[in-house]
């Protein structure tokens, strides 16, 4: 079955504890997004990539890293997780630049 | 990132009664798609449009991408309680980025 596995669903962690959310795509689709999604706020684009290692800041990046080392991979790293990084976050991917994306079912992460 | 405005905001409707949702920005986009999302879930993607005019049907869906590419709507027809969900709409291309801009949303609720 095509589609975006992200892990965990759910996360409780404390301020300061570094964590990685991973996201893996088996349709191999060059791009590949994080977001993350908050009341009033809608979806925001955190990172993007374009291909194996080419990746670039979305419209909410500060807090974050990615790296994309294979295609079917995209981890999201929170070196120093904060309170106010608590969201539902995200991860997409495309065949295109001008095609749909593919969502993942979330991951709910709570900072306290 | 260019600006997505979708209305209304919020719907609540009978069963059976029909609605049409509203995307709109200034920037002219080269893709527009149209997701439907359930609580806790990641959006689900119902139609791409490309073309400027182009109508889509799914169903009861009707999706129409505006004639300048600025703009789209989705009429859906004899609602029923399983179309409750917030529905997205996302541009590509606009404004000569490559980056998807997604508006805040519709939540849409039919009632039995």
């Known amino acids: 079955e095509a589609q975006v596995t992200q892990n965990p669903r759910y996360l409780i962690t404390v301020t300061g504890k570094k964590l990685t959310v991973t996201c893996s795509q088996n349709m191999n689709h060059e791009y590949m997004s994080w977001y993350r999604q908050d009341p009033g706020l809608g979806l925001r684009q955190i990172y993007y990539?374009?291909?194996?290692?080419?990746?670039d800041k979305g419209d909410v990046p500060e807090g974050y890293k990615v790296s994309r080392k294979e295609k079917r991979n995209f981890p999201l790293i929170l070196e120093s997780p904060s309170p106010n990084q608590t969201s539902l976050y995200f991860c997409?991917?495309?065949?295109?630049?001008?095609?749909?994306?593919?969502f993942g079912s979330g991951t709910r992460l709570t900072v306290v | 990132t260019q600006l997505l405005e979708q209305s209304p905001q919020f719907l609540s409707i009978q069963e059976g009664e029909n609605l049409t949702v509203y995307c709109n920005s200034s920037?002219?986009?080269?893709?527009l798609q149209w997701y439907r999302q359930e609580p806790g879930e990641g959006p689900v993607l119902l139609v791409t449009?490309?073309?400027?005019?182009e109508v889509k049907k799914l169903k009861r869906l009707t999706f129409q991408f505006g004639d300048a590419r600025k703009d789209s709507s989705l009429h859906i027809t004899a609602a029923q309680p399983g179309d409750t969900g917030l529905y997205l709409c996302a541009g590509a291309g606009g404004g000569g980025s490559y980056i998807p801009t997604f508006g805040r949303g519709t939540s849409l609720i039919v009632h039995p």
């Open positions: 449009v490309v073309t400027g005019g």
């Open positions: 920037s002219v986009f080269s893709s």
């Open positions: 997409a991917s495309s065949f295109g630049q001008f095609n749909g994306y593919t």
């Open positions: 990539s374009m291909n194996v290692e080419v990746t």
